[in-house]
């Protein structure tokens, strides 16, 4: 140790000082005076870029790789329609299935008709020229009654309902009465032609079958109200 403090002079102490200083300056210049392009990924310590670190919209498109971003990755609710190109997307299961239903109502120019009706007139289904209403009638004299009716927008026409009317010609503004029921007022009934229906052509060809004509009244969950079905046909 004596000679250890025989040879520390003042000189020798201020040279240890100064390389010191020197040397931590030089670090601490290197630390705020980085090179372009000097610090990478093995540079940087996992986990230290957190989203605060990140400049807002920093991120675009093209930083963000193939696949990168999954369903996982995205927010519930956060894509809408206005966010989806239409043009891409398929028919989805619940709309083919919509189609499906569709086209099967409308097999071979088939309408099926079910409908509740209150008092008054309505249509039920128009095809070509010729349109098919009915016709509700509550407590008429303790009576309750409904109808089917024909019209037609074109003169000319012809019609036959083995239950009701036949016109030859069947002109614009004729109504004619098809097959039609009556029960007293609030008791429930229901009824089914026993004839084959109606037949009705257009002189352009239309034609079309109404046939399993059925009216009821009073059915459960609807009183006061008629209930109209049946099955139509285009055949030409």
Known sequence: MDRFRKRLTYANLMSSIAVFLVLGGATAFAASHLGKNSVGSKQLKKNAVTAAKIKKNAVTGAKIGANAVTGDKVKDGSVTGADINLGTLGTVPSAASAASAASANTLAG??????????????????????????????EGGVDEGEFLLTTSVDG????????????????????????????????????????GLTAVAPDGTAILFQNETIGFNIAGHPGQCYFAGLIQKVG
């Open 110 to 139: 088939r309408i099926p008709v079910s409908r509740f009706i209150g008092e008054g007139v309505q249509d039920i289904a128009t095809i070509g020229p010729f349109t098919i209403k009915a016709e509700c009638r509550i407590d």
């Open 157 to 196: 026409a012809a019609m036959d309902d083995n239950n009701g009317d036949e016109a030859v010609p069947f002109d614009v503004g004729t109504v004619a009465e098809l097959f039609g029921q009556s029960t007293a007022t609030g008791s429930p009934n229901i009824e089914v032609s026993p004839e084959p």
